[in-house]
């Protein structure tokens, strides 16, 4: 099944990562296109690229450069090393025996990361963007944790290999619908991406995004789109079965799924309005929560009887 | 890696947190020295672990002990601060000395 | 080899930031200080093959810190640091203080005959852990949940200055409570 790749295979995993995260961005940038009524705008992203390369970088009176710097390869960091345990087809980079806990503390650098650079550059706009991001993390971080609990529970193992080992007759999506749900909430609030942009949100000027530019700009907006990547990477193993199945290649069964979810959170985006802090706060305290418990039950007697 | 190394390296760690414990004035500056020195417990427990007693999960067990007193400890730090701050508007102990005898 | 390397740069490195806790100005950058001491200490217990525990404790400190620097900017006069100010007290008898138990414990570890190890480490200590907190160190996994229940409860009770008469009324009779701020539920 599941096994470590060779050494080069950590290095091709940032390619890989950056041309899903292209790809995503393509699919937004056409999906604003059609929706401005404009001509299909998928080069956008690539326009933007050489000119975030070119633009001169913004400095601010007073600002924090090593926290703020810190913070954008923080987040880019975090984003790459979410995806260690990730498996591609048969291979991961690396098979870690509590591999969903290494992906949980990987994209918990988040948190640090969105913060630092809201704080760093010293401006009102992009600390309230961080304090905003924090009060999300809250929301979300603990529904997030109990939905890769239950598809650990599931296969008795944190190991990501055993998971999709364990799904060989049925997939985790099947039984455990809620907590896929709860993952892909969690996977958006984490990107501060579509119904959960409040850290980045237009009403306080693009938030922890405000004083970044150039280069900066182009970093932490990269390490956001991989950190999208990763998430929809990682709910293939999680929930989709892994690479398994008919005809096709293992490893392009990954692609595939991992695209499909990819491109879901990507269209999902425009469909939905963005919610507000202190409401996504209660709903997620006072439903996600209880329901996550009420599927880890679910799972855990369906274990016990088996 | 001796046990050695890994005590002297968690004393090290722990006497940078009595310092800062015992010289700051503000509340959540000794909360960092008192969080140093729980790390240090961390670390040994689990150096003990490793090279004293492998067998059983005891020094494990501890590891898991000190990192919620940690979190006990910051979650009651901060809500004494909170209280403390809404009704005096007092961040440092050295304003907190009611009860010195 | 490379084990021993590694071992020293951590401590080193958990030493050096640990210390830059206390010299910095900026509070954000003490509270990142301290996490990166953190971070440098897991890895010590990572090269110890306990990974569960370490990856748990950078988890659990990327969150801790991070709760920290809001307080700390909250509640500290000078949170950028772009003023420098002493907040401290005592310092030279807090110098002594440490440096003295630092000599002390470094002595006690040096002299004492350490037991030799007795058995081998499980193939899989996560596993062993997990065993043993269902098992024979349950009453330890109860009295933590327990501690962590009272926590939560003791540290709302402190931190919140609205009691129920004031979100439901004196008779506490009212339908919808009067909070500040209403939630998503549309109570």
């Excluded at chain 3, 005592?90 to 002595?107: E, H, P, R």
């Amino acid at each position: 099944m599941v096994e470590a790749g060779p050494w080069w295979s950590g290095v091709l995993l940032p390619l890989i990562l950056v041309a899903f995260a292209l790809a995503a961005a393509m699919m937004d940038s056409s999906l604003a296109a059609r929706d401005a009524g404009g001509r299909a705008g998928w080069w956008e992203p690539l326009r933007s690229v050489g000119g975030l390369l070119v633009q001169q970088r913004r400095r601010t009176l007073a600002a924090d450069v090593l926290l703020w710097r810190g913070g954008i390869w923080a987040l880019l960091a975090g984003g790459v090393l979410a995806s260690l345990v990730t498996p591609f087809g048969r291979w991961s980079v690396a098979d870690l025996s509590i591999g969903v806990v290494w992906f949980n503390a990987a994209e918990v650098v988040a948190w640090a990361a969105v913060w630092l650079v809201g704080w760093g550059a010293n401006s009102a706009y992009g600390l309230v963007g961080g304090f905003r991001f924090v009060a999300q993390g809250l929301a979300y971080e603990l529904p997030h944790m109990f939905a890769l609990i239950t598809a650990a529970l599931g296969a008795e193992s944190l190991r990501v290999s055993d998971i999709v080992a364990a799904q060989e007759s049925l997939w985790f999506v099947v039984w455990m619908p809620a907590a896929f749900a709860v993952y892909l909430i969690s996977i958006l609030s984490m990107a501060f991406w579509g119904p959960f942009d409040q850290p980045a949100g237009r009403d306080i000027t693009g938030g922890v995004l405000a004083e970044l530019s150039g280069v900066d700009r182009l970093l932490f907006s990269a390490g956001r789109w991989i950190l999208l990547v990763s998430g929809a990477a990682f709910a293939v193993p999680l929930f989709l079965g892994g690479g398994a199945g008919p005809v096709l290649p293992e490893w392009l069964w990954s692609v595939l799924k991992t695209a499909a979810v990819l491109a879901f959170l990507v269209w999902v985006r425009r469909r939905l309005p963005t919610v507000r802090l202190e409401r996504y706060e209660e709903i997620a305290w006072m439903v996600l929560i209880p329901v996550m418990l009420v599927q880890a039950l679910m799972v855990a007697v369906v274990l016990l009887v088996r | 890696m001796t046990l050695q190394m890994f005590l002297i390296f968690a004393a090290a760690l722990f006497s940078i947190g009595l310092y800062g414990a015992l010289s700051q004035q503000s509340i959540v500056m000794i909360m960092m020295g008192l969080e140093l020195m729980v790390n240090a417990i961390i670390v040994a427990a689990a150096a003990f672990w490793y090279f004293v007693a492998p067998a059983t999960a005891d020094g494990q067990v501890l590891v898991l002990v000190a990192v919620t007193a940690m979190a006990v400890e910051m979650a009651m730090g901060f809500a004494v601060t909170t209280a403390i701050f809404r009704k005096r508007d007092v961040d440092m102990t050295d304003m907190a000395a009611d009860l010195k005898g | 080899m490379w084990h021993q390397m590694a071992f020293w740069l951590c401590a080193a490195g958990a030493v050096g930031t640990g210390i830059a806790v206390f010299r910095v100005d900026s509070m954000a950058r003490a509270t990142f200080a301290l996490l990166a001491s953190f971070i440098f200490a897991a890895g010590t217990i990572l090269l110890l093959r306990l990974t569960y525990l370490g990856v748990l404790v950078v988890l659990m400190m990327i969150m801790e810190m991070v709760i920290m620097a809001v307080f700390m900017i909250m509640y500290m006069m000078n949170p950028a640091g772009l003023m420098p100010m002493s907040m401290v007290h005592n310092k030279i008898g807090s110098v002594v203080i440490a440096a003295g138990t630092f000599a002390l414990l470094t002595a006690v570890i040096l002299l004492v005959p350490w037991p030799s190890r007795n058995g081998e480490p499980p193939p899989d200590p996560t596993r062993a852990l997990g065993e043993a907190l269902m098992g024979s160190k349950m009453l330890v996994m109860m009295v933590l949940g327990l501690v962590l229940f009272a926590t939560m409860v003791a540290s709302v009770v402190l931190a919140t200055h609205r009691g129920r008469y004031d979100r439901y009324g004196d008779r506490l009779d009212a339908k919808r409570p009067n909070d500040p701020v209403r939630g998503g539920l549309r109570r």
